[in-house]
């Protein structure tokens, strides 16, 4: 058996059958992009080890970085191609490339050699390309203050194309989705520690929140503080859609169905002000046969995006609440892309946001909602040049036909602990931290005033 298979096969089996060591738990700023809004994770990545930043994403299948010629690692390794061993990869392809024409160039490359090959894809523009699989070195910090080495980190090469729309300061994509081979996935199976992560997206673009892998808690808020916010946790269980066609560019699975790598909770309605917003029900259900329906939770969106009928409804009933004598608001024209604007003078604002009608979503049963205040619902727009001054409604129209009719993006994400327990199941949120007088980077402080000591 040559050595590069039996490296490959060492692989396989520690993603499958991990060898039992004392749990770690691994932690990683998420930063918020001032330019595009978007969520980035920062780790170290290659040999000698460098600072590398990942656009963080909850619903691709696998992570991927750029490999040009800059890329320079005394460890990174090709995989030799084996269709059995590619498939269980988790790439979703049996294609392989010649070593030659793949990226990053290799020096021991052998022409008639062929590597597993995969399909990145940046999932904001909805753009995908081929290139070959990689294995590099991956560290993160873990809660003891110590960087901690994955050695058998395993991604996809990646067009420098693929960047296009996402962070200036980023050269990649870190997958957090159900897959097989996303970034949690492949440290729990490294350090045989919990299938479970928690997140904490941050509002401000000048101060970071955490991501917290292989721990079901405790996640405490300040370090000089005993305030664990995993107390405060409510659950809800995830749901399987069992259809990921046109979750991706690329169909994977061939003639056979495959489940999608997305995260869906099961929203049976939506209130605001506590008053139901008329949905059809159906809507709200994921069909086993086309995977059309239901609530998902995305990163890749800078919103909410409701179905058409939805938004309008929901647009209807929130306007109608915050006209009310409890508000006294009155519209003005929005801009683009939002459907719901007011004039900013208009509104108070609090320490959980602007003062605006409280939006519910009710999940699998009546008393455990996810709250959505003011922080988290509207969105400040302005322009000095333009004269503009507005809070504007963060959910938008997502028009007719749309697979999933509910997605619930970033802006509705921050300030907010969210843990993602796949052993259970299920899904963990606290709402707004605002309302504790905290925020994700409090959690931050806890976790990374230790590398500071």
Same mark, same amino acid.
């Given at each position: 058996?040559?050595?590069?298979? =039996?490296?490959?096969? *060492?692989v396989v089996c520690l993603l499958l059958f991990p060898v039992p060591t004392l749990q770690t738990t691994l932690v990683a700023p998420i930063s918020k992009d001032k330019s595009t809004s978007l969520f980035t994770l920062s780790v170290s990545l290659k040999t000698p080890l460098r600072p590398t930043e990942l656009y963080l994403d909850l619903g691709f299948l696998f992570p991927w970085t750029v490999c040009d010629a800059n890329y320079n690692s005394s460890s990174f390794r090709?995989?030799?191609?084996?269709?059995?061993?590619?498939?269980?990869?988790?790439?979703?392809?049996?294609?392989?490339? *010649?070593?030659?024409?793949?990226?990053?160039?290799?020096?021991?490359?052998?022409?008639?050699? /062929?590597?597993?090959?995969?399909?990145?894809?940046?999932?904001?523009?909805?753009?995908?390309?081929?290139?070959?699989?990689?294995?590099?070195?991956?560290?993160?910090?873990?809660?003891?203050?110590?960087?901690?080495?994955?050695?058998?980190?395993?991604?996809?090469?990646?067009?420098?194309? =693929?960047?296009?729309?996402?962070?200036?300061?980023?050269?990649?994509?870190?997958?957090?989705?159900?897959?097989?081979?996303?970034?949690?996935?492949?440290? $729990?199976?490294?350090?045989?520690?919990?299938?479970?992560?928690?997140?904490?997206?941050?509002?401000?673009?000048?101060?970071?929140?955490?991501?917290?892998?292989?721990?079901?808690?405790?996640?405490?808020?300040? $370090?000089? $503080?005993?305030?664990? /916010?995993?107390?405060?946790?409510?659950?809800?269980?995830?749901?399987? *859609?069992?259809?990921?066609?046109?979750?991706?560019?690329?169909?994977?699975?061939?003639?056979?169905?495959?489940?999608?790598?997305?995260?869906?909770?099961?929203?049976?309605?939506?209130?605001?002000?506590?008053?139901?917003?008329?949905?059809?029900?159906?809507?709200?259900?994921?069909?086993?046969?086309?995977?059309?329906?239901?609530?998902?939770?995305?990163?890749?969106?800078?919103?909410?995006?409701?179905?058409?009928?939805?938004?309008?409804?929901?647009?209807?009933?929130?306007?109608?609440?915050?006209?009310?004598?409890?508000? *006294? =608001?009155?519209?003005?024209?929005?801009?683009?892309?939002?459907?719901?604007?007011?004039?900013?003078?208009?509104?108070?604002?609090?320490?959980?946001?602007?003062?605006?009608?409280?939006?519910?979503?009710?999940?699998?049963?009546p008393n455990v909602f996810w709250r959505i205040l003011g922080a988290n619902s509207m969105v400040r727009v302005t322009s000095k040049k333009k004269g503009v001054d507005l809070w504007c409604l963060g959910f938008i129209d997502g028009g007719i036909n749309m697979k999933t009719p509910i997605t619930i993006g970033g802006k509705q994400l921050e300030d907010n602990l969210l843990q993602f327990d796949l052993e259970a199941n299920r899904l963990g949120f606290t709402s707004s931290?605002?309302?504790?007088?905290?925020?994700?980077?409090?959690?931050?402080?806890?976790?990374?005033? /230790?590398?500071?000591?």
């Amino acid at each position: 058996m040559s050595p590069v298979l =039996l490296l490959v096969l *060492n692989v396989v089996c520690l993603l499958l059958f991990p060898v039992p060591t004392l749990q770690t738990t691994l932690v990683a700023p998420i930063s918020k992009d001032k330019s595009t809004s978007l969520f980035t994770l920062s780790v170290s990545l290659k040999t000698p080890l460098r600072p590398t930043e990942l656009y963080l994403d909850l619903g691709f299948l696998f992570p991927w970085t750029v490999c040009d010629a800059n890329y320079n690692s005394s460890s990174f390794r090709q995989i030799t191609c084996d269709p059995t061993f590619c498939a269980t990869l988790g790439f979703g392809a049996l294609s392989c490339c *010649n070593c030659t024409d793949c990226s990053p160039p290799n020096p021991n490359c052998v022409p008639a050699n /062929l590597v597993c090959g995969s399909f990145p894809e940046n999932p904001v523009i909805r753009t995908a390309s081929s290139d070959a699989a990689l294995i590099d070195t991956l560290a993160l910090p873990s809660t003891d203050g110590s960087l901690v080495l994955l050695p058998n980190y395993t991604f996809s090469c990646a067009h420098p194309y =693929l960047l296009k729309d996402l962070p200036k300061t980023v050269t990649g994509l870190a997958a957090l989705s159900r897959a097989n081979l996303s970034f949690q996935e492949q440290i $729990s199976a490294a350090f045989n520690s919990p299938r479970c992560f928690a997140l904490c997206f941050p509002s401000s673009f000048k101060a970071s929140g955490v991501a917290i892998f292989g721990s079901t808690g405790p996640y405490y808020a300040l $370090s000089s $503080s005993k305030i664990d /916010l995993s107390d405060s946790l409510t659950y809800t269980p995830f749901i399987i *859609n069992p259809v990921g066609v046109r979750d991706t560019v690329i169909t994977y699975g061939g003639n056979l169905p495959f489940p999608s790598s997305q995260y869906f909770i099961g929203l049976t309605s939506i209130r605001i002000n506590g008053n139901p917003v008329p949905i059809n029900s159906s809507l709200l259900t994921i069909n086993p046969k086309d995977g059309f329906g239901g609530t998902r939770i995305s990163t890749a969106t800078l919103y909410s995006v409701l179905e058409s009928s939805i938004q309008r409804a929901f647009t209807e009933l929130f306007v109608k609440e915050a006209a009310s004598s409890a508000f *006294n =608001l009155t519209v003005t024209a929005p801009v683009k892309p939002f459907n719901v604007c007011y004039h900013a003078g208009d509104l108070t604002v609090t320490g959980v946001g602007p003062l605006v009608p409280t939006v519910d979503l009710v999940l699998h049963a009546p008393n455990v909602f996810w709250r959505i205040l003011g922080a988290n619902s509207m969105v400040r727009v302005t322009s000095k040049k333009k004269g503009v001054d507005l809070w504007c409604l963060g959910f938008i129209d997502g028009g007719i036909n749309m697979k999933t009719p509910i997605t619930i993006g970033g802006k509705q994400l921050e300030d907010n602990l969210l843990q993602f327990d796949l052993e259970a199941n299920r899904l963990g949120f606290t709402s707004s931290l605002l309302s504790r007088s905290l925020s994700c980077p409090d959690v931050n402080a806890n976790y990374f005033s /230790l590398h500071k000591k």
